[in-house]
């Protein structure tokens, strides 16, 4: 494999969709450090589900890219999230569970919407943007990302466009999201050109499911997030929904395929020489395999994903105790 193909394969690693790959290919040959970002509506919890995208900036900052994360205050307030002011309290905090998570201090930038989005050239791409996209256009591109699913407000309405100008103003190459992302990121594709900024290329990751095999959501009180103690993350590993022989909207599996694997060479099953002993794997391949054919158990994934998932996550705990 040579350099560019190296790359690329990381940043594919766990994603769902690039759009596109080839012009993926092209940056990653014509340029040495590209720019990438992920915007987040500063919220009080940052869950597994919100740290998918941050796993996603740590395989890209291996790969060479600059990246950017857009604390994105004022798209909250325009979301109904809260007022201004406590939305950017908890964006400060934010930023250290992000640096926690491990993310390289010195190769990540933080920058909060207000800083920029207030300024006059800011403003203008808005307003010359606005001239090219139709109120329908505008509000299903926010279908999975607004609040308010009835009675559209015009906030609704400027909230794509302005994430679309994000990406032009902050010279960004490559635009990362969860899945949800995807109409906002297929309209900024088409409408920046128009405004002489380029197409930025996709990236999208999938949506986690949370504990209840529902999607995971702040609101749904189904998450692990980064203050949980090895206690409560025992008991909410175990008490979580992980039918036997099957992978999809497990959470145990997706939390050991997109949180766990990528993070160790191999790990390790523990089983009492009874049920078969350990069981290895270095690659998440050959434990779906398993589990689909009922040779690996919930009850023995359970408990190495609870030892697992607390080590990955207790430098991030340290440091989150200690702010
Ligand atoms: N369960 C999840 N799995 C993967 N990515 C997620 C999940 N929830 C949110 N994200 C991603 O995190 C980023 C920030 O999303 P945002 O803060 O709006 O989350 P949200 O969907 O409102 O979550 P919540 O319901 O927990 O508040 C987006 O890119 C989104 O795709
Ligand atoms: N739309 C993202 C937040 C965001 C805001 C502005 C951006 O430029 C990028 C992302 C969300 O659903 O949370």
Redesign the pocket.
Known sequence: MNDTDKKISLIKRNAKEIVTEDELRELIRGNSSPTT?????PSGTLHLGHLLTANKLIDLQKAGFNVKI?L?DL?AYLNEKGSIKDIRETAEMNKDFFLAYGLEEDKTEFVL?SEYQLDEDYIMDVYELSLNVTLNRARRSMDE?SRRKKNPIVGQML?PL??AA??GFLGIDLAV?GI??RK?HMLAREILPKIDYNPPICLHTPILTGLDGKKMSSSRENWIDLSDSPEEIEEKINDAYCPKEQIKDNPVIEIMKYHIMPRYDEITIERPEKYGGDLNYSSFHGLKQDYLEGELHPLDLKKSVTIYLNEVIEPARKKVGGL
């Open positions: 970002y992920v915007g987040y509506e857009l994105a798209h919407g990302v909230y302005m994430q994000d990406i999201g949800d992302q906002i």
